[in-house]
């Protein structure tokens, strides 16, 4: 039997570890005062696609219903979570979830995600309890530290908002810039702009680097009000982040967001050894305004698979094996009992004993059950 590409069954070590992952998520998020949620791995494709989220369909599982609506596979939590809090009471919320998302466009179809909602929270407490939640569970699991980048929405759309581009053309500009194709961007630009405000774009491309960064650009862009303040913001936030002890920050002022729906500060974590993406999130107050409310939304996910693949497998459970048989099968059950803390497998005979630490027999000596040692 065969399964669609993408599927794939998942055994052993690399299930324990994904659930090793999970659990102390679930541990991380519960001392930290969130709130579990979840919602159905089955929702209207309207619900990702419309003007306010405008995620595209052909990235969906997708069918249509009886019905003929178009129903998906769940592509992306934030948006299934905001639709399931929007008929609740507004006060400060913090929801923790975990499970998969499914992308078509993607090798693996499906993803497993966990991660944390944070709304009408003051912005900063919300950005930086993100990362710290982050900072905290990747230390929990023995991931350590990892580099934090952080970008905001509004430098780039500021400077593209003068240009009048065609939806078509803003979707190649905000591509090329992602991609750091400097002479695209600079090529798409000029075509709708001035020289100058081409390159002033271009540059914007090679606007990251160490935190540090900031204080040049506080002088290059010292005209622009609205950016510096944006430039103070991520200041503060990567100052809460050092005192915390965070390992190395970087910026990327230049990031233009990889989710329609980012509207401000965007954040993602990049692991040490691998240079491997283990969070990404960020704040998206106008997803909301789909339910005609303003608030303020922050949140994260970070990657299940990239993170249970760094979990050191540490069997610290002493593995006993007890041998039975049908006849003595419910006194092993009694003996399980008298090993608190260890791993007990009854078996019918010890195959692989260089499995265990200690391997029982119970034998019947005189009409009685004896537990041997072997
Ligand atoms: N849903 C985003 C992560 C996120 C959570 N909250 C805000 N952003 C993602 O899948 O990348």
């Not at 989710?259 to 990404?280: D, H, I, K, T």
């Not at 107050?285 to 050191?312: H, M, N, P, T, W």
């Not at 608190?340 to 004993?353: G, T």
Request: hydrophobic fraction near 40%.
């Amino acid at each position: 039997m065969f399964l669609p590409a993408g599927s794939k069954d998942e055994m052993g070590i690399s299930l324990n570890n994904r659930f090793h992952v999970m659990e102390k998520f679930r541990k991380v998020t519960t001392l930290r005062g969130y709130k579990p949620i979840s919602t159905p791995v089955i929702e209207y494709a309207s619900t990702f696609t419309n003007e306010f989220i405008d995620m595209k369909l052909q990235d969906m599982m997708k069918w249509f219903n009886g019905e003929g609506e178009i129903e998906v596979l769940r592509p992306d939590w934030t948006t299934a979570i905001a639709r399931a809090l929007s008929n609740l009471e507004k006060k400060p919320q913090k929801w923790a979830y975990q499970g998969s998302i499914f992308k078509r466009n993607m090798p693996g179809v499906e993803y497993h995600q966990i991660g944390v909602e944070i709304i009408h929270h003051p912005e900063l407490m919300g950005e930086s309890e993100c990362l710290l939640m982050a900072q905290a569970f990747l230390k929990e699991i023995g991931v350590g530290t990892c580099v934090i980048e952080l970008g905001h929405t509004e430098i780039y759309e500021s400077l593209v908002a003068e240009m009048q581009l065609s939806k078509a053309d803003a979707e190649r500009l905000r591509l090329a810039m992602h991609d750091k194709k400097k002479d695209e961007v600079y090529q798409i630009a000029i075509a709708r702009s001035n020289k100058e405000k081409a390159e002033e774009l271009a540059s914007l491309v090679d606007a990251f680097g160490p935190i540090e960064i900031i204080a040049e650009y506080e002088e290059k862009w010292k005209e622009r009000e609205n950016v510096l303040g944006t430039l103070r913001h991520i200041k503060k936030l990567a100052e809460i982040l050092k005192q915390s002890g965070s390992g190395e920050i970087l910026v990327d002022l230049g990031r233009v967001k990889n989710l329609p729906y980012y509207s401000g500060l965007m954040f993602r974590g990049f692991l040490q050894n691998s240079g491997a993406v283990c969070f990404s999130g960020g704040r998206y107050d106008r997803l909301y305004e789909q339910f005609g409310e303003s608030i303020s939304a922050v949140g994260v996910a970070l990657d299940v698979e990239v993170l249970a693949a760094q979990v050191k497998e540490s069997d610290t459970l002493e593995k006993v094996c007890i041998i039975a048989n049908e006849e003595s099968l419910a006194f092993a059950e009694e003996v399980r009992k008298s090993f608190e803390n260890c791993i007990v497998d009854v078996q019918s005979e010890a195959e692989n004993a260089n499995d265990y630490n200690k391997v029982y027999e119970i034998k019947k000596l005189n009409g009685k059950f004896e537990v041997i040692e072997r």
